[in-house]
């Protein structure tokens, strides 16, 4: 019985570590996340500007096909 304990306690630490693990990769992706999100509104706004810069007499329209 006692091994069974001792065997399961090892089990729950393990577990604890691996979720400690895992919400250390977690955070760390969001706040990837959270830079490429800035960074591409950025580059969003940039190539906005460059291409009414490249040809402000062209309207941007779709196609009568979509």
Do not use: C
């Not at 399961?8 to 996340?33: K, N, P």
């Not at 830079?35 to 007499?57: I, S, W």
């Amino acid at each position: 019985m006692e091994d069974r304990i001792a065997n399961l306690e090892m089990l729950v630490a393990e577990q604890e570590r691996t979720i400690e693990d895992m919400s250390g990769v977690i955070a760390r992706q969001w706040s990837e996340i959270e830079t490429l999100g800035r960074k591409l509104e950025v580059l969003t706004k940039r190539f906005a500007e460059l291409e009414e810069q490249a040809a402000p007499d062209v309207p941007v329209n779709r196609p009568p096909h979509y």
